[in-house]
């Protein structure tokens, strides 16, 4: 059953586009394409596609002769991505039960979303089922945390202020960060020719506090981690000295962010 986004969902994943995509997600979209070999006149599918920055540049690659589709659970996501990139076809559903037939696609591809699916495993063999034998897969999910600069120092600092709940929704994106079980992991589900390759991306905020706003009151929440103003505030003011590090010279805020990016087919 869908719904239709509320205000909020709309907002939210407005904001989630307007800073996130152009700050870390855009950068990735060319590398995790590429690890796909797409061609032209290809169906392609985004799962969990968010607003949409890969699925679109997905489009731009294939042409009018392709066609993409993208999957994702938020009707909020969904409504914002419409909006930017009307030919794409969007739909709205879970990776562990994509409503597509067998042999759907000839690629199917997923950016930074396999760390929250409720079910991993199963939602790679979905993937497997809708696409064509022989057709390809590729998917990013962030190296381990503390391989990624500035957010093991915010992490830190929400553990300290906040508690270990709030730390703890920081840390969710960088769980898939040891190779080894991401091999096994796409191993075991049936992905033929699983390749893993690491990559650095550069994050790139406007400052300190949008960045750790952003997280705050942005994705926190999203995580059922609802914290008092005076917590945010508190954090918002220890950032500035914690994360100056970062800060270049014309005040934006730069840091090493890298990413696996696994890359395999449906045998």
Not at 13 to 18: K, L, N, P, S, V
Not at 162 to 168: E, R, S, V
Not at 232 to 237: G, V
């Amino acid at each position: 059953m869908t719904h239709a986004a509320t205000q909020e969902e709309i907002a939210a994943a407005t904001a989630y586009e307007d800073l996130h995509v152009p700050a870390i997600f855009r950068q990735w979209a060319p590398r995790v394409l590429e690890a796909a070999q797409l061609q032209t006149g290809q169906r392609v599918l985004d799962v969990a596609c968010g607003t949409g920055v890969l699925a679109r540049e997905a489009a731009v690659l294939l042409g009018d002769e392709g066609s993409v589709t993208g999957l994702d659970a938020s009707p909020g996501m969904l409504a914002v991505a419409s909006k930017l990139a009307p030919a794409v076809n969007w739909k709205q559903g879970l990776a562990e039960s994509p409503p597509f037939d067998d042999d759907s696609f000839d690629a199917v591809v997923s950016q930074f979303g396999l760390m929250f699916f409720m079910d991993r495993p199963k939602a790679l063999r979905e993937m497997l089922r809708v696409l064509v034998p022989g057709g390809s897969i590729a998917v990013a999910v962030w190296e381990s945390l503390e391989n990624s600069e500035a957010y093991p120092i915010e992490v830190a600092l929400l553990e300290r202020i906040a508690g270990t709940p709030a730390a703890d929704a920081l840390r969710a994106p960088f769980v898939l960060g040891d190779k080894a079980e991401l091999t096994q992991l796409f191993a075991d589900a049936g992905v033929g020719s699983v390749e893993i390759a690491t990559h650095h991306g550069t994050a790139h905020f406007p400052s300190i506090r949008i960045m750790v706003e952003a997280d705050l009151r942005g994705w926190l929440p999203v995580m059922g981690v609802m914290l008092a103003e005076d917590q945010i505030q508190h954090i918002l003011e220890e950032a500035e000295h914690a994360l100056s590090d970062f800060v270049t010279a014309e005040g934006t805020v730069k840091f090493d962010s890298p990413a696996h990016i696994i890359a395999g087919g449906n045998p």
